[in-house]
């Protein structure tokens, strides 16, 4: 009873470092997605992935890069943190022709310093 | 393009008071329009959803009715509790977008 799992859930970075967050759903959902939650501005759609083997971009896609392995994990990778790029990141997943009924992970909190 | 407006918060209330929080909306075409909550601690899950203009969401002692001619979604809750203190996010799909786009969410404190 899983559902979409994150990891790391917590992780402060120096301007500058990169890494990568994971994300792993065992719903067998063909649709993934990463978006950032700023204060005062919602969640906002970073890139998704509609089917394994594709990604395309969403609202803010620069600076990130994303990866679908496989039908079960769609990670996100941070080539070179920036302060700006503190946030709340969610992962989540939806059935293929369901695009609105999307379930989610409980989230990363990142710090870039 | 598309956008959500949600009334701003925090909104603190008193256990069994009513509770409503106002969502407007932009899109172009007719879009279907959702809830969502965020417990502490823990990723958005869906709440309720309406598809078409007069159609009316509930789950959970929570409503919220599609209006079109106002371009409003506000979401009801006659007596609330302490565990329903959560962020609450409007949202709607276009399918011209064929993502959703989100409000940026409204805190609610329910004190006992």
């Known amino acids: 009873n899983a559902g979409v799992t994150q990891t790391p859930k917590f992780q402060v970075l120096k301007t500058g470092q990169s890494m990568t967050l994971q994300c792993a759903q065992d719903m067998n959902h063909n649709s993934m997605y990463w978006y950032r939650q700023d204060p005062g501005m919602g969640l906002r759609l970073i890139y998704y992935?509609?089917?394994?083997?594709?990604?395309d971009k969403g609202e803010v896609p620069n600076g990130y890069n994303v990866s679908r392995l496989n039908k079960r994990e769609f990670s996100l990778r941070l080539e070179s943190a920036a302060p700006s790029q503190t946030s709340v990141y969610f992962c989540?997943?939806?059935?293929?022709?369901?695009?609105?009924?999307?379930?989610f992970g409980s989230g990363t909190q990142l710090s870039v310093l | 393009g598309n956008s959500v407006t949600q009334m701003e918060g925090p909104v603190t209330l008193s256990e069994e008071a009513f509770l409503t929080i106002n969502c407007t909306y932009t899109a172009t075409g007719y879009p279907s329009l959702f809830w969502y909550v965020q417990y502490p601690g823990e990723g958005l899950q869906l709440l309720l959803k309406?598809?078409?203009?007069?159609d009316k969401g509930s789950n959970k002692g929570f409503e919220a009715t599609y209006r079109k001619e106002t371009t409003s979604f506000h979401l009801e809750k006659g007596s609330v509790q302490v565990s329903d203190s959560a962020v609450y996010f409007c949202a709607l799909f276009s399918g011209s977008a064929r993502q959703l786009t989100f409000g940026s969410g409204t805190q609610l404190t329910v004190l006992p």
């Open positions: 989540a997943s939806s059935e293929a022709g369901t695009n609105e009924k999307l379930f």
């Open positions: 309406a598809t078409k203009a007069d």
């Open positions: 992935s509609a089917s394994e083997g594709t990604t």
